[in-house]
């Protein structure tokens, strides 16, 4: 039996989207700073697109939460120095007292909003399986 050695070659959309997931996983591979989302200080109800950010080596993605009493009013994210997550302060912001609260994480992206989690696992897990299905 007369195997066609073309069956084993990849063709020009499998090399695409080979490439394509090789420049979407290897940034985080070759440095040690971690990539996070953006977003200033702002009220719940503004919305923000957030920003790709680089972070510096030492420090980690973070979420902040302000809140007035039991209400969650303000959020944040980005990037802060490991020894200052977890902190919890207050902040004046156009009159109002709020209390801030900080998380932080240590894994690319991983300061997300739910929706955009849920997205950036989407992409992976799909280029991935495009790239499985190629080789």
Known sequence: MK??????RPNMSQLLHFAALWFYLLPPLLCDNRFCYYSPILEKEK??????????????CFKAEGRYGNHSALSAR????????SQV???????????????C?????????????????FI???LGTVAAMTW
Do not use: R
């Open 89 to 103: 302060h207050g902040i004046t912001l156009k009159g109002t007292v709020y209390t801030m609260s900080y998380s």
């Open 105 to 121: 994480c240590d894994s690319p992206y991983c300061n997300a909003g739910l929706g955009l989690a849920a997205n950036s696992l």
């Open 78 to 85: 980005g990037c802060m120095a490991k020894k200052d997550c």
């Open 47 to 60: 919305t923000f697109k957030l920003i790709v950010t680089e972070c510096p080596p030492d420090e980690l």
């Open 124 to 126: 992976t897990v799909t």
């Open 3 to 8: 195997v066609n050695s073309l069956m084993h």
